[in-house]
T-cell receptor, first 114, second 113 residues
Framework: GENVEQHPSTLSVQEGDSAVIKCTYS??????FPWYKQELGKGPQLIID?????GEKKDQRIAVTLNKTAKHFSLHITETQPEDSAVYFC?????????????FGKGTHLIIQP | GAVVSQHPSRVICKSGTSVKIECRSL??????MFWYRQFPKQSLMLMAT?????????EQGVEKDKFLINHASLTLSTLTVTSAHPEDSSFYIC?????????FGPGTRLTVL
């Protein structure tokens, strides 16, 4: 089955700086890679996703890049703000388009220092 | 759009009792819903895939007789934890698929005493 590794487990950055979270996956058949933000005691919230037919996607301060050859994808948050503090999870779907349940990374606790 | 709700948000029960958790898609129909479990400071682990009108598909290691799933309509899936024990205490989260994207509910905190 799919295995997703996520790094770092904790990331502390100064407000206004950029944050980068990286993930690798094992199943070359995976072609859907979402990122979720989870605040304490709440369900995960989709912030951005990418499919394997593109290498990069951007939505305002958030961007995701995908390298299918290397089987890794990254989340980039620019101009970080205090409200960006949360746990971020990457995920991969081992079959097309999220038709199956997602395999999640272990999460990154992002701390934005004021 | 794509709002998923769960009920209850929190439940405390005695060991040996059964607990039912509801997952609803509020503004769309979902033929497929998923149930995940999340222990404190850990990631989400897929428990089962719930398909409307058919039996759920369980992940390896998840007891189907303990975690009963019913997806009776296109907007409702239920998870029943039968004969709950303290080790079943966890955060249970459902998701619903819209085209190729999964949207998650707010989760249900289950505490078994």
């Amino acid at each position: 089955g799919e295995n997703v590794e996520q790094h770092p487990s904790t990331l502390s950055v100064q407000e206004g700086d950029s944050a980068v979270i990286k993930c690798t996956y094992s199943d070359s058949a995976s072609n859907y890679f979402p990122w979720y933000k989870q605040e304490l005691g709440k369900g995960p919230q989709l912030i951005i996703d990418i499919r394997s037919n593109v290498g990069e996607k951007k939505d305002q301060r958030i961007a995701v890049t995908l390298n299918k050859t290397a089987k890794h994808f990254s989340l980039h948050i620019t101009e970080t703000q205090p409200e960006d503090s949360a746990v971020y999870f990457c995920a991969a779907s081992s079959k097309g388009g999220g038709a199956d349940g997602l395999t999640f990374g272990k999460g990154t606790h992002l701390i934005i220092q004021p | 759009g794509a709002v998923v709700s769960q009920h209850p948000s929190r439940v405390i029960c005695k060991s040996g009792t059964s607990v039912k958790i509801e997952c609803r898609s509020l503004d769309f129909q979902a033929t497929t819903m998923f149930w995940y479990r999340q222990f404190p400071k850990q990631s989400l682990m897929l428990m089962a895939t719930s398909n409307e009108g058919s039996k759920a598909t369980y992940e390896q290691g998840v007891e189907k007789d303990k975690f009963l799933i019913n997806h009776a309509s296109l907007t409702l899936s239920t998870l029943t934890v039968t004969s709950a024990h303290p080790e079943d205490s966890s955060f249970y989260i459902c998701s619903a698929r819209v085209q190729s994207t999964q949207y998650f509910g707010p989760g249900t905190r289950l505490t078994v005493l």
